[in-house]
């Protein structure tokens, strides 16, 4: 006899498998997912530069489309998350300006920087062509 002919020698056993669940790919994606969004949030402040603004009674709160100037303690000027010189900020703000016109302007300014750098900045954005100039503070509690 050939082997093809004679089955009978071979035994067939049905091999029960129990279903299971693995859990690994899912948990890799999990944490994939906690990588990602921890990269892709930013942990600075808006203006590039840390500022402490003063506190007011009187603060408001105003659009968040505006465009955020920033002066530091030392009087450096930070917009976009850059420092620029005073001719350079008016470059940018005419740029955003002529492209949303009406577009805000807020001007963080830390407590401690001086009121002159303060008015020449806001001096730049008026040249500029900003119509909506205000200065941030801190809603003080009552």
Same mark, same amino acid.
């Given at each position: 006899?050939?082997?093809?002919?004679?089955?009978?020698?071979?035994?067939?056993?049905?091999?029960?498998?129990?279903?299971?669940?693995?859990? *690994?790919?899912?948990?890799?994606?999990?944490?994939?997912?906690?990588?990602?969004?921890?990269? *892709?949030?930013?942990? *600075? *402040?808006?203006?590039?530069?840390?500022?402490?603004?003063?506190?007011?009674?009187?603060?408001?709160?105003?659009?968040?489309?505006?465009?955020?100037? !920033?002066?530091?303690?030392?009087?450096?000027?930070?917009?976009?998350?850059?420092?620029?010189?005073?001719?350079?900020?008016?470059?940018?703000?005419?740029?955003?300006?002529?492209?949303?016109?009406?577009?805000?302007?807020?001007?963080? !300014?830390?407590?401690?920087?001086?009121?002159?750098?303060?008015?020449?900045?806001?001096?730049?954005?008026?040249?500029?062509?900003?119509?909506?100039?205000?200065?941030?503070?801190?809603?003080?509690?009552?």
């Amino acid at each position: 006899m050939n082997d093809i002919d004679d089955v009978s020698e071979f035994s067939f056993r049905e091999i029960k498998r129990t279903p299971e669940i693995n859990i *690994s790919p899912m948990v890799d994606m999990v944490f994939l997912l906690l990588i990602f969004f921890l990269v *892709s949030t930013t942990f *600075s *402040s808006p203006t590039g530069v840390e500022v402490r603004k003063p506190k007011a009674k009187t603060a408001v709160s105003l659009s968040r489309e505006s465009v955020l100037v !920033a002066v530091a303690r030392e009087g450096s000027i930070h917009i976009n998350n850059r420092r620029v010189d005073l001719e350079t900020l008016g470059g940018i703000v005419k740029d955003i300006i002529s492209q949303r016109p009406g577009t805000p302007v807020i001007i963080v !300014a830390d407590k401690e920087s001086f009121t002159g750098r303060i008015i020449q900045v806001m001096d730049e954005c008026k040249r500029a062509g900003a119509q909506n100039i205000s200065l941030a503070a801190l809603k003080e509690k009552d």
